[in-house]
């Protein structure tokens, strides 16, 4: 697999909250170091990447005009809530200080490496195989139109293989993490085994499914020797165990 470079462009932030604060009653010596700013953005996008080597970050100036009190303690950097990795993401830099305040940094991500894409076209419900795919090198992120709008794409293919596929996609597509969905091991109207532990012993029945889910997750399940309606796990395929 070809080394994956990566390039960065950090851009001013678009959308600002102030709690707590007024402009107007905040001198120079009481302002916090806009610098101090951008290198905890600066520091928090390289520590979010999965291989810093080689990491180039351009933190563009923030709008002078900014006037956020002094932060005594540490700021806090994360994620904007529904932001990605690559392409346009969002920073929330916060202070939980007395005179609280926090600011969105919009940035763009991009890297060039190899990505997996779909050899063929998959319908909604199609297990993930690794023969469906292919790798190609691409730039991702950025200005580049054909990903400016997807998820991040599959890096680590293991995880992923045996998910369902959640819509139809078309050959060509770069795999990204929102078109894929733990697959549906048990389906509503089916029967299935009952799997329940108690006092050190294994007992089964059988049952019929009255929901669908993933391994994992919660469905409910009727009884068939005594007509009872349980809630379950999902253990494997038509095997669940009875939840306490």
């Known amino acids: 697999m070809p080394k994956i470079r990566l390039r960065f462009l950090v851009l001013v932030a678009t959308s600002i909250v102030f709690t707590e604060l007024s402009a107007s009653n905040v001198n120079n010596s009481g302002i916090h170091p806009l610098e101090d700013i951008e290198a905890s953005v600066r520091a928090f996008v390289i520590e979010e990447q999965p291989d810093a080597e080689g990491v180039d970050v351009r933190v563009n100036s923030l709008d002078k005009r900014l006037r956020l009190a002094v932060c005594s303690d540490p700021l806090q950097t994360f994620w904007s809530p529904g932001s990605r990795r690559y392409g346009r ?9 007395p005179k609280s305040w926090r600011i969105h940094v919009q940035s763009t991500v991009t890297y060039e490496g190899s990505v997996w894409v779909l050899g063929r076209g998959v319908r909604r419900g199609d297990i993930l195989q690794r023969s469906d795919l292919v790798q190609k090198v691409v730039t991702v992120g950025g200005n580049n139109s054909a990903f400016r709008n997807v998820a991040d794409p599959v890096k680590d293919l293991e995880r992923w293989l045996g998910y369902a596929f ?4 078309t050959a060509g597509s770069v795999l990204d993490e929102n078109m894929l969905a733990p697959a549906k091991v048990v389906n509503k109207g089916e029967s299935v085994l009952i799997v329940h532990e108690t006092a ?6 059988k049952g019929i499914a009255l929901s669908e889910g993933a391994k994992g997750s919660p469905v409910q399940v009727k009884n068939t020797s005594s007509g009872k309606t349980v809630d379950a796990i999902v253990l494997a395929r038509g095997l669940v165990q009875l939840l306490q």
């Open 89 to 97: 993401v969002t920073v929330q830099v916060a202070c939980e200080g």
């Open 166 to 169: 959640s819509a139809r996609v």
């Open 200 to 205: 050190g012993l294994q007992l089964q029945t």
